[in-house]
């Protein structure tokens, strides 16, 4: 009995060890050099929830000023389980941006993009579709491709909420994205498979960067489900369009090498995964930031007033050279509305825009970076005095005689730097710009109960409606 008792002693002894051992690792993560100042939080949760408090979208967040007065611009955290360096300082940001391409998504996140993903898989295949995406979405692409199919979404949608009284902002921008994807993308669809696509949609935009678990009933657990759905629908398609002959869309007609009697040069499979973590990361970020930028607009009557005479002016020209629809020059002369766009994506940065693995140790002001970590570059530069005076104000007047085309600057990077730039900046520009316009042709208001928050990403808790009056539409005579 004596014996039994001191082997049970002796084993839960040596798994308290062990476990003391786990946690003086976990505080104390293994360098070779000094790490940076911070702390890893609980064992797994590390500091996750601190971080993923929601807070004023138009602000950096707490827990980032914080850190920032206790442990100076470089510190390290643990987040989604993972070891995580954030910084601000701009130097180092570019320069890790610049030199570490693996991108710096926590393996909790990875699920949701599939492990094979040519995004993620090797440095060449990132090259290869980089080239791809730039062939459709660079500015050529657009002025020929998207512009038509974007005004007409716009305008129908607007038409549309117009009838009814009014709309949801980050909802309408996400049906258009998808709608104006998904047909670049597949060609036309059977208009049930459409549908269908859209729906699995609904179960994506909330709520998936989270630190959760892949039960039953759990939000993860509906989205992974509806990624199924979805990447089975899209095969269905492209495999039923290939054995009819059917025509596919530009951008199955680029990656199949189609274009200019090229070879194939992806495998449907990688098509699929492709096209898939293309629509995530155009949906979880360009109708957050327009639905946000409505209501920066609202809440400032002058710039409101200055996007109405812009607008009003081009739908006059237009009316008068009786023009039916949007050209990329009248989105080009929307100085106004650029400047506006470019403003709120300053101030809507409030989340890391440079995320990498570090792939090499790197060694910052007496600091070491360890190889492996994630490191998260914060454009905390866009809160600078020094940069942007008054820089919590929303004011696009800051913006003119600038270059409003420029996406990244050591000032400027709301889309991130380096090998990973965002490839849809000029898309999401292009598409923002011509929902402000088709917004103000009519008269309306932002409901006053509309708040943006950010918990990592943008969220409208009381929904981002906007009232739309239809008699006032502008005077369209020619048909414009
Ligand atoms: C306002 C809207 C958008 C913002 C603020 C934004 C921002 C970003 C940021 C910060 C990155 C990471 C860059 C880095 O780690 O250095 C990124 C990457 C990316 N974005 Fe965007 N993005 C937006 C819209 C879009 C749209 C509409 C698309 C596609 C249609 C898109 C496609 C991509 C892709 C494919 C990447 C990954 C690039 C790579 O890994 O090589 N983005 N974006």
């Known amino acids: 009995m004596v014996e039994v008792y001191e082997f049970w002693t002796i084993i839960v002894?040596?798994?308290?060890?062990?476990?003391?051992?786990?946690?003086?690792?976990?505080?104390?993560?293994?360098?070779?050099?000094?790490?940076?100042?911070?702390?890893?939080?609980?064992?797994?949760?590390?500091?996750?929830?601190?971080?993923m408090k929601p807070?004023?979208?138009?602000?950096?967040?707490?827990?980032?000023?914080?850190?920032?007065?206790?442990?100076?611009?470089?510190?390290?955290?643990s987040l989604f389980g993972a070891k995580v360096i954030i910084s601000t300082d701009i130097g180092l940001n570019m320069e890790i941006a610049k030199t570490n391409h693996a991108p710096g998504t926590p393996k909790s996140l990875v699920r949701f993009f599939g492990?094979?993903?040519?995004?993620?898989?090797?440095?060449?295949?990132?090259?290869?579709?980089?080239?791809?995406?730039?062939?459709?979405?660079?500015?050529?692409?657009?002025?020929?491709?998207?512009?038509?199919?974007?005004?007409?979404?716009?305008?129908?949608?607007?038409?549309?909420?117009a009838k009814?009284?009014?709309?949801?902002?980050?909802?309408?921008?996400?049906?258009?994205?998808?709608?104006?994807?998904?047909?670049?993308?597949?060609?036309?669809?059977?208009?049930?498979?459409?549908?269908?696509l859209t729906r699995c949609w609904t179960y994506f935009p909330r709520g998936w960067f989270r630190f959760s678990w892949n039960i039953p009933g759990t939000g993860v657990y509906r989205m992974l489900k509806a990624r199924k759905q979805m990447m089975n629908l899209i095969k269905e398609t492209v495999l039923k369009k290939r054995a009819s002959g059917e025509?596919?869309?530009?951008?199955?007609?680029?990656?199949?090498?189609?274009?200019?009697?090229?070879?194939?040069?992806?495998?449907?499979?990688?098509?699929?995964?492709?096209?898939f973590t293309f629509f995530v990361i155009a949906n979880e970020t360009?109708?957050?930031?327009?639905?946000?930028?409505?209501?920066?607009?609202?809440?400032?009557?002058?710039?409101?007033?200055?996007?109405?005479?812009?607008?009003a002016q081009i739908v006059r020209d237009k009316t008068e050279k009786k023009e039916a629809d949007l050209t990329w020059e009248d989105y080009k002369s929307m100085t106004f509305t650029q400047m506006v766009i470019n403003e709120s994506l300053r101030i809507t940065?409030?989340?890391?825009?440079?995320?990498?693995?570090?792939?090499?140790?790197?060694?910052?002001?007496?600091y070491t970076i360890p190889v492996g970590w994630i490191f998260m570059g914060f454009p905390s530069v866009h809160f600078n005095p020094e940069k942007y005076e008054d820089p919590l104000a929303f004011n696009p007047w800051r913006w003119k005689g600038k270059d409003l085309s420029v996406i990244l600057s050591r000032t400027y990077m709301p889309f991130g730097a380096g090998s990973r730039l965002c490839l849809g900046a000029e898309f999401a520009k292009l598409q923002m710009a011509i929902f402000i316009h088709h917004l103000?042709?009519?008269?309306?208001?932002?409901?006053?109960?509309?708040?943006?928050?950010?918990?990592?990403?943008?969220?409208?808790?009381?929904?981002?409606?906007?009232?739309?009056?239809?008699?006032?539409?502008?005077?369209?005579?020619?048909g414009y």
């Open 13 to 51: 002894s040596l798994s308290v060890v062990k476990l003391c051992h786990w946690i003086y690792k976990w505080i104390n993560p293994n360098s070779n050099g000094k790490l940076p100042p911070g702390s890893m939080g609980f064992p797994i949760i590390g500091e996750t929830f601190e971080f």
């Open 55 to 77: 807070h004023d979208a138009f602000q950096l967040p707490t827990f980032l000023t914080k850190k920032l007065l206790r442990h100076g611009p470089i510190f390290r955290t």
């Open 115 to 161: 492990e094979n993903n040519l995004f993620v898989r090797s440095k060449e295949s990132h090259k290869h579709v980089r080239n791809l995406t730039t062939q459709f979405l660079g500015s050529q692409g657009l002025r020929l491709r998207m512009i038509q199919d974007i005004d007409f979404l716009a305008r129908k949608h607007m038409e549309v909420g």
């Open 164 to 196: 009814s009284g009014g709309l949801d902002t980050k909802e309408t921008t996400s049906k258009i994205l998808i709608e104006c994807l998904a047909k670049k993308v597949m060609g036309d669809m059977e208009p049930e498979a459409a549908e269908e």
């Open 247 to 275: 025509e596919f869309g530009e951008f199955f007609k680029i990656i199949f090498g189609e274009t200019e009697g090229g070879a194939e040069t992806m495998s449907i499979e990688n098509a699929i995964e492709y096209i």
């Open 286 to 311: 360009t109708p957050g930031v327009l639905a946000a930028t409505v209501k920066l607009i609202n809440d400032n009557p002058k710039v409101k007033q200055e996007l109405q005479r812009e607008h």
């Open 349 to 366: 940065s409030t989340v890391p825009t440079m995320l990498r693995i570090t792939e090499h140790e790197i060694q910052v002001s007496g």
């Open 440 to 478: 103000c042709r009519y008269r309306w208001s932002m409901k006053t109960e509309t708040t943006v928050l950010r918990r990592f990403i943008l969220m409208f808790p009381r929904g981002s409606d906007v009232q739309i009056s239809e008699d006032t539409e502008m005077d369209n005579s020619a």
